[in-house]
């Protein structure tokens, strides 16, 4: 029986984990979160590690504030690089295979087709930057893995875009809603599910792999928004307003579609499209 450990149990991610563990019962799935497990203590993780065999580690655990990552990079830092060279260093001392989820603001957003895993890299705000830093660490480390990345990411658990419009449509009149950044609206129920598929498939690792994970199609937040609307049927009045019109400290991709044709290919996954996606969300938050 594959045993694999789940890190950042109680996020959005690794509460959709938690969702997937029953229905794959020949993997015995440990989830592991704050304060008995932190990435940044050294110590422990080196304890857990000499206590318990492991097979593959699931890191859901990162920094993921993308604006007050611009007031805290150190914190960012910490937990976006310093933690995956731990936990790459345990890898390799451990013998566990490794995976882990980065994002597509670790691109610019300059071009207006999809990107491919081997793109180059070119963040605009800490956020990103740390997790390229992530990732190249991982793959600099002489281990074997996975870095997925994944863009939009939304479901029933923690904060994310698809829970705070859905709150505000009931409670306001009107919301402004940032209509020129395009991108790939994930579930990540959906991200979970495909993880666990690939690693059913008793895949050979070799080295560290990248992948893109979304589900199909894209949208701007402000689509993503009306969608929202157009299920749960409010009479708030939602403004397209563009980026220069409401300021954030971090700049953003205008466009990060992430292409997923390697994912899909060597596994044998056919992601479901953003809107039926978000349909089953919102059943499940309301």
Known sequence: MTKILVIGANGQLGQSFQYWGPHFPHFKMLFKDLPEFNLLDQDQLERYFQSTAIDVVINCAAYTAVDQAEDQPKNAHQLNATAINSLSELSKAYGFKLIHFSTDYVFDGSTDTP???????????????????????????????????????????????????????????????????????????????????????????????????????????????????????????????????YPTKANRPKYSVLSCEKIKKDFNLNPQAWESALKDCLKKIG
Not at 130 to 141: I, P, R, Y
Not at 189 to 212: C, S
Not at 223 to 238: D, E, R, S, V, Y
Request: with cysteine; glycine share 8%.
């Open 115 to 245: 990107y491919g895993e081997d793109d180059p890299l070119s963040p605009l705000g800490i956020y990103g930057k740390t997790k390229a830093e992530g990732e190249a660490v991982m793959q600099s480390a002489g281990i074997d893995g996975w870095i997925i990345r994944t863009s939009w990411l939304f479901s029933p658990y923690g904060k994310n875009f698809v829970k705070t419009i859905f709150s505000l449509l009931q409670n306001k009149d009107e919301i402004n809603v940032v209509a020129d950044q395009t991108g790939s609206p994930t579930y990540a129920i959906d991200l979970a599910a495909a993880t666990l598929k690939a690693l059913d498939q008793k895949p050979a690792f070799d080295g560290v792999k990248v992948y893109h994970y979304t589900n199909s199609g894209h949208t701007t937040w402000y689509g993503l928004a009306l969608a929202i609307q157009q299920q749960i049927n409010t009479h708030c009045k939602i403004h397209a307003v563009d980026t220069a019109t």
